[in-house]
């Protein structure tokens, strides 16, 4: 996953650098990298989408748990139902990156939104040994 952050940020720099170098998109080493960029792109994507699909699909069998007519079955099986649901969250395993953030889409639109400022301050810092 950091490794994917770290070629959406470093792929579109290359991807600039080697375009002005040669000044064709045609370039081996543009179609490349452009092709990598993609690549990663769409494996960030499917990550994020898999583990908010998870996380979603945890939270939603407490809330069905909870939505069955449980107030008029016997006392046994209320019991079984909120076991259940105590063990349905005894395991709360959201994939984290930090406290605070999930693994989710997103986080996916904060990482393309990174991936473009950082890879927007290289090339304005480079620009000098660009138009050389």
Known sequence: MVGDSIGMI????LIVMFYTQDKS????NV????????????????Y?????????????????LYSCDWTW????????ILLAM??????NLKMNVTFTKFIDLPMFA????SSYSVTSVLINSNIHKINK
């Open 10 to 13: 470093t792929m579109p720099f």
């Open 25 to 28: 998109i045609f370039n081996s």
């Open 31 to 46: 179609i490349a990298f452009s092709w990598t960029l993609f690549v990663v792109g769409i494996q960030l994507y499917m």
């Open 48 to 64: 994020c989408s898999l583990l908010q699909n998870v996380n979603e699909r945890r939270e939603n069998i407490n809330f069905g």
């Open 73 to 80: 079955l016997d006392i046994e099986i209320k019991k079984l």
């Open 86 to 91: 105590r063990i349905n969250n005894s395991n």
């Open 110 to 113: 904060s990482i393309i939104r």
